[in-house]
């Protein structure tokens, strides 16, 4: 088994209204316009999966984002053909434009909430004996909501579009990635400083980020 | 005594006043950036550390491309193009939290 051949990497769907060729950082961006969705993408074979290449996407994705006024940015490795991409897009479109008009004029801020996992129903890989038992068992971990997530929601919701929560690995107990607009970004700091006190723990805020959480799953 | 006429491009009398063209009218106010200047200015301000960097571009999972040639004495006989996802199964389950 060797790694894929050359085929279209997608970094990212945006409107179509962007130029047929963009350079950044020094790779050479395709506009591929599908109906009324650009796919920005570069014909080469899959990036090595290193710190680097992630690190280099990551900065691609955030020069790409100052540049276009909507942009979801695609998964890392995602490779393609012209004909699976159109299919794909064409499949997806409805929920691709909703996407445009829910991340229009917003960026993505993130909450870590740090600290040990207190109750049994978080902690992981807690007995399964085969893959199915897992499988359940991180859906049924998934849909246990912290109490955490509910103090940040509280605090926050006035100044958040959207949610989306994700369970900690390790000593992260629970990521929450919120979609704010530009204009309640710095109430959205404000109110944000004050979560330490309100959780007892520690908590970090970063971003603003692109809007990689609330990006459509294509593939 | 004669005087010599030069010959010359400047045409004799004054110049013509010149039209003075209208002003260009003031301005009152700077019109707000449009929001894609915005998000420029803002999003570059941001330093990313590695953890952000993993969790942005990582955290729904990753697509894995391998080309799969199964050859006998040196004849290819079956290609088979692999595309998969990695990911943690709760990270592809319905957000049911947005609004």
């Known amino acids: ?219 | 005594m004669k005087r010599s006429r030069r010959h010359s491009t400047v045409p004799p009398g004054r110049p013509p006043k010149r039209r003075s063209s209208p002003r260009p009218p003031s301005r009152v106010s700077t019109p707000p950036p449009p929001p894609a200047r915005l998000v420029a200015r803002i999003i570059d301000e941001s330093d990313s550390s590695l953890l952000d960097v993993l969790d942005n571009l990582l955290n729904r999972g990753v697509v894995l491309n391998a080309d799969l040639i199964l050859a006998l004495a040196d004849v290819d006989l079956v290609y088979v193009r692999l595309s998969a996802i990695l990911c943690a199964a709760d990270r592809l389950l319905p957000d049911e939290t947005s609004e």
């Open chain 1, 1 to 219: 088994m060797k790694p894929a051949s050359e085929g279209i990497y997608l970094y990212a769907l945006a409107e179509p209204d962007l130029p047929r060729h963009l350079t950044v950082l020094g790779r050479r961006l395709r506009n591929l316009p599908i109906g009324n969705v650009a796919a920005v993408i570069e014909r080469r074979a899959p990036p090595d999966f290193t710190t680097e290449a992630v690190r280099q996407q990551h900065a691609i994705i955030t020069r790409l984002t100052a540049r276009l006024p909507v942009l979801l940015p695609a998964r890392f490795g995602s490779v393609t053909d012209e004909p699976a991409l159109r299919t794909l897009v064409s499949r997806h479109r409805a929920e691709i434009l909703a996407a445009f008009e829910q991340v229009r004029g917003c960026v993505q801020m993130t909450v870590r909430i740090f600290g040990m996992c207190d109750d049994v129903a978080d902690e992981p890989r807690s007995g399964a004996r085969t893959g199915t038992e897992f499988l359940e068992q991180a859906r049924q971990r998934s849909k246990h909501v912290r109490p955490e997530a509910g103090i940040v929601r509280a605090a926050m919701s006035a100044c958040v579009k959207a949610e989306r929560i994700a369970a900690g690995e390790r000593q992260g107990l629970l990521t929450v990635f919120h979609l704010v607009p530009l204009e309640r970004l710095d109430l959205y700091r404000q109110r944000a400083s004050g979560l330490h006190s309100m959780l007892s723990r520690h908590v970090t805020v970063t971003g603003p980020w692109p809007v990689f959480a609330f990006a459509p799953e294509l593939f």
